[in-house]
């Protein structure tokens, strides 16, 4: 059964800084691995999606990266900003026939002023 | 291209009622999967529809059940309800095709349900 763990569960850090979040799974047999971003009360917006294919994908000041291999992805948010405080969490899609996703707990995010 | 919606965005139960909640997906899709998420075990599947049939299924008891319309459309019944039902409920929906396909088949979320059972 696949398990995804997110570590750590928060993180406390002052704008403009560089931060790495983590996320580990257990079964490697992905199709693909998507980070979302999800604020207070709200629904989950997705941020970024690697095929099991690729190794990394990058949007704006964001950069996720996929080691299928060792069952790793992290994503990188560069100069962090106050609007960046959120929970992010990951998700892999595996499974056979009718795969599903498996989500981490998440790794809730506050950026200072 | 309109969002993922959900309807009612709150609620409030007593123990022992019923309560249906709605979701639309994004037009075009297909398929459409329905989350349980509290501060204890976080986001936590409970099944998936796609073309009117539940094709997936979480480890939840029987009290929880859903169906999906022609349209795509998908309500989630949860009967008898118990305090530790409350929760936000969220869906998503994707294009649910094929295994092959499932590479750069992304979920969209939609706002969500806020259940309270007092």
């Known amino acids: 059964k696949q398990e995804v763990t997110q570590i750590p569960a928060a993180l406390s850090v002052p704008e403009g800084e560089n931060l790495v979040l983590n996320c580990s799974f257990t079964?490697?047999?992905?199709?693909?691995l998507q980070w979302f971003r999800q604020d207070p009360g709200k629904g989950l917006t997705s941020l970024l999606l690697i095929q099991s294919s690729q190794r990394e994908q990058t949007s704006g000041r964001l950069n996720a990266s996929l080691d299928k291999s060792s069952g790793r992805s992290t994503l990188y948010i560069a100069a962090s900003q106050p609007g960046d405080s959120a929970t992010y969490l990951c998700?892999?899609?595996?499974?056979?026939?009718?795969?599903?996703?498996?989500f981490g707990s998440g790794t809730k995010l506050n950026v200072k002023p | 291209k309109a969002g993922v919606t959900q309807t009612p965005r709150y609620l409030i139960k007593t123990r022992g009622q019923q309560v249906t909640l709605s979701c639309s997906p994004i037009s075009g899709h297909r398929s459409v999967s329905w989350y349980q998420q509290t501060p204890g075990q976080g986001l936590q599947f409970l099944f998936e529809y796609f073309s009117e049939t539940q094709r997936n299924k979480g480890n939840f008891p029987g009290r929880f059940s859903g169906r999906q319309f022609s349209n795509s459309r998908s309500e989630m019944n949860v009967s008898t309800l118990e305090l530790g039902d409350s929760a936000l409920y969220l869906c998503a929906s994707s294009t649910g095709r094929g295994p092959e396909a499932s590479r750069t088949d992304t979920q969209y979320f939609g706002p969500g349900t806020r259940l309270t059972v007092l």
């Open positions: 998700a892999v899609r595996s499974g056979y026939n009718f795969n599903k996703f498996y």
């Open positions: 079964d490697s047999a992905i199709y693909n």
